[in-house]
């Protein structure tokens, strides 16, 4: 297949596109920048130039590659700022998704959260309700991760990944990345607020997989939902971060429940290389 992947050196983008050649798969890797073209050509990849905001450049370079398939890794985090994040999901989706549209593609994978579902006191599964009741900032969040879906939708074929929080190399939960200098801060504390991670390449795997899976919504979570009151203290000592100060009485959030990752493990064959972040912040 010919896959044109849209955040080719992002995070996940990195990862997938190397993992799509390696496969077999032609790639065209989407970028803004030449500077990150040799790296994206020395894993075999052949490369555009495009900002997806500009929506003219994007519906001419994805006419020229005429792909199969559109992989949608775009986000704008590199910033922190959920603000330019949430537009990314809005704007930059719709651009991608109506470029893929003029070029006749079919079908498309797109990364989303798996943050998002309603208030519940279990790990939510994908037939839970988006929380249509959140206030800012979380609902710029939804908001943007809703016209992201909806967009993609569009499309006759398509796969809506829900993320739990990344880990490992490259992302904001490692030795080296912002979640551990918070850490070492004291600014990252415990507390019930329950989270799902994966790991950054499990998570790569399940886009790269995702090609082949029906269409529909799946979370790619690990297997141990856990509250901050578990999983700090593991990151802290992983990153070599002092514990966190012992914290009584933090609020709860009723939304954050965590994700349930039956529906990829048991009906989509995905098996995380880390199922729980207990082993995998050991590796960081
Ligand atoms: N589920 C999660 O927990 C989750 C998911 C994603 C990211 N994150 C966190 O966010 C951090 C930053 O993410 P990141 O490293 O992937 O960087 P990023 O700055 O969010 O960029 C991601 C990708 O989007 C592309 N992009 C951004 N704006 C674009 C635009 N206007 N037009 C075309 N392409 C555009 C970038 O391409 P170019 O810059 O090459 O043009 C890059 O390939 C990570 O360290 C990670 O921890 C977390």
């Given at each position: 297949?010919?896959?044109?992947?849209?955040?080719?050196?992002?995070?996940?983008?990195?990862?997938?596109?190397?993992?799509?050649?390696?496969?077999?798969?032609?790639?065209?890797?989407?970028?803004?920048?030449?500077?990150?073209?040799?790296?994206?050509?020395?894993?075999?990849?052949?490369?555009?130039?495009?900002?997806?905001?500009?929506?003219?450049?994007?519906?001419?370079?994805v006419?020229?590659?005429?792909?199969?398939?559109?992989?949608?890794?775009?986000?704008?985090?590199?910033?922190?700022?959920?603000?330019?994040n949430?537009?990314?999901?809005?704007?930059?989706?719709?651009?991608?998704?109506?470029?893929?549209?003029?070029?006749?593609?079919?079908r498309?994978?797109?990364q989303?959260?798996?943050?998002?579902?309603?208030?519940?006191?279990?790990?939510?599964?994908?037939?839970?309700?988006?929380?249509?009741?959140?206030?800012?900032p979380?609902?710029?969040t939804?908001?943007?991760?809703?016209?992201?879906?909806?967009?993609?939708?569009?499309?006759?074929?398509?796969?809506?990944?829900?993320?739990?929080?990344?880990?490992?190399?490259?992302?904001?939960?490692?030795?080296?990345?912002?979640?551990?200098?918070?850490?070492?801060?004291?600014?990252?504390?415990?507390?019930?607020?329950?989270?799902?991670?994966?790991?950054?390449?499990?998570?790569?795997a399940?886009a790269?997989?995702?090609?082949?899976?029906?269409?529909?919504?799946?979370?790619?979570?690990?297997?141990?939902?856990?509250?901050?009151?578990?999983?700090?203290?593991?990151?802290?000592?992983?990153?070599?971060?002092p514990?966190?100060?012992?914290?009584?009485?933090?609020?709860?959030?009723?939304?954050a429940?965590?994700?349930?990752?039956?529906?990829?493990?048991?009906?989509?064959?995905?098996?995380?290389?880390?199922?729980?972040?207990r082993?995998?912040?050991?590796?960081?």
């Amino acid at each position: 297949m010919h896959i044109l992947v849209a955040g080719s050196t992002g995070v996940l983008g990195r990862r997938v596109v190397p993992a799509l050649v390696g496969a077999g798969h032609r790639v065209t890797a989407l970028t803004r920048r030449p500077e990150a073209a040799a790296d994206l050509r020395a894993h075999g990849a052949e490369v555009a130039f495009a900002d997806v905001f500009d929506r003219e450049a994007l519906t001419r370079v994805v006419g020229r590659a005429e792909p199969d398939v559109v992989m949608h890794q775009l986000t704008d985090l590199s910033a922190v700022d959920l603000a330019a994040n949430a537009r990314m999901r809005v704007v930059g989706t719709r651009n991608l998704v109506d470029a893929a549209q003029a070029a006749g593609v079919r079908r498309i994978v797109a990364q989303s959260i798996a943050w998002v579902y309603e208030a519940g006191d279990e790990p939510a599964d994908e037939t839970t309700p988006l929380d249509d009741t959140s206030v800012e900032p979380r609902r710029g969040t939804i908001e943007g991760v809703i016209a992201l879906e909806r967009a993609v939708r569009e499309l006759p074929g398509w796969v809506v990944l829900r993320y739990g929080l990344l880990y490992g190399p490259g992302t904001w939960f490692a030795a080296d990345g912002i979640k551990a200098a918070d850490a070492r801060a004291g600014r990252l504390p415990g507390g019930p607020d329950v989270s799902s991670f994966v790991h950054v390449d499990d998570a790569a795997a399940a886009a790269v997989a995702a090609l082949h899976w029906p269409s529909g919504v799946v979370n790619v979570v690990d297997d141990q939902p856990a509250t901050a009151d578990e999983w700090v203290p593991a990151f802290a000592r992983a990153v070599g971060a002092p514990p966190p100060a012992a914290a009584a009485g933090v609020p709860h959030a009723p939304w954050a429940r965590g994700a349930d990752n039956h529906l990829a493990r048991k009906h989509r064959g995905w098996i995380p290389t880390h199922p729980s972040w207990r082993s995998g912040f050991d590796t960081l």
